[in-house]
């Protein structure tokens, strides 16, 4: 395949990542929120084993099926298990409602190309033209831990920007060296258990995932 159809591609599930990012912003269903982030697991294994065919760093391919394995195959599955055992698939309303928060996520998209501008310029990589998406969809993660205020939409938004995370230094580096990213998915994969142990206390404890309820809790 021509190098220009691998830029394309990239380009393509880059711009598919952010718009995940969006829908996710946007959804108001936690069972929906986990099929979205599955999705965007899916066009980051994708992106990530294209840039390892195009460019021929092999340990790519590892990071890819690590992707693969962890956020679009174990993590869903465990949050639809969780959703499905606290019966918690019901419509959340966010702390700032849903059109002031694609708007407020507009400029965070603007403001997230015109900071990555200079960095993609000085960049090597192939994929230097996407590094702004990369920050876009970090910071539209971080959006959607701070708007709300459910346990679980807030694990997933912090993976999410996990996700672009993993996307910028692809972007920027071709990834990270193998036993780098290996420690970071098991602190991933061992942080999502313990924040789902977090979550099933919540529950028992409050009888609601709604963590404005932790104020309550007082030093004695």
Known sequence: MHPAYHLQLINLLA???LLI???MLAQRRVAGLITLFAWQGTALAASTALVAWS???HHLYYSAAITLTLKVIAMPWYFYRIV????VNRVVEPMINIPT???IGIVLVIFSFNLALPISEMSGTVMRSTLGIALATVLLAFLMMITRTKAIPQVIGFLAMEN???FAATSATYGMPLVVELGVALDVLVAVFVLGI???QIRETFDSLDLKHMEKLKER
């Open 15 to 17: 711009a598919l990542l």
């Open 21 to 23: 990012s969006f829908a």
């Open 55 to 57: 460019t021929g760093q």
């Open 84 to 87: 499905k055992k606290l019966d």
């Open 101 to 103: 928060t694609m708007l």
């Open 164 to 166: 672009g995370l993993f």
């Open 198 to 200: 977090f979550i099933f």
